[in-house]
Nanobody, 113 residues
């Protein structure tokens, strides 16, 4: 069973940056499409970004141009570089193997002055 472990969350001021990481176990990580999702307090979980096995990406409109998803198959890791953070980006961010029920435990991001 594949396990996903996120890291890199924390407190950052508006306009700041963070890079989240999601490390996956298993030898076939390179074949997975990976997604980042987030859930803010009192709201439903929403899609943030996705990257296919061959590096194609797509983003939600709310983060397009500010966030970048990438992957390092040698390290079994997917990243989410978040720039120009807004208070409304505050949420628990989780990674997922798309098309499966495999989720990480999430990492908290707080954007506040």
């Amino acid at each position: 069973q594949v396990q996903l472990v996120e890291s890199g969350g924390g407190l950052v001021q508006p306009g700041g940056s963070l890079r989240l990481s999601c490390a996956a176990s298993g030898s076939i990580f390179r074949l997975y499409t990976m997604g980042w999702y987030r859930q803010a307090p009192g709201k439903q979980r929403e899609f943030v970004a996705r990257i296919t096995f061959n590096g194609l990406t797509n983003y939600s409109d709310s983060v397009k141009g500010r966030f970048t998803i990438s992957r390092d198959n040698a390290k079994n890791t997917v990243y989410l570089q978040m720039n120009s953070l807004h208070p409304e980006d505050t949420a628990v961010y989780s990674c997922k193997i798309e098309g499966t029920g495999a989720w990480g435990q999430g990492t908290q991001v707080n954007v506040s002055s």
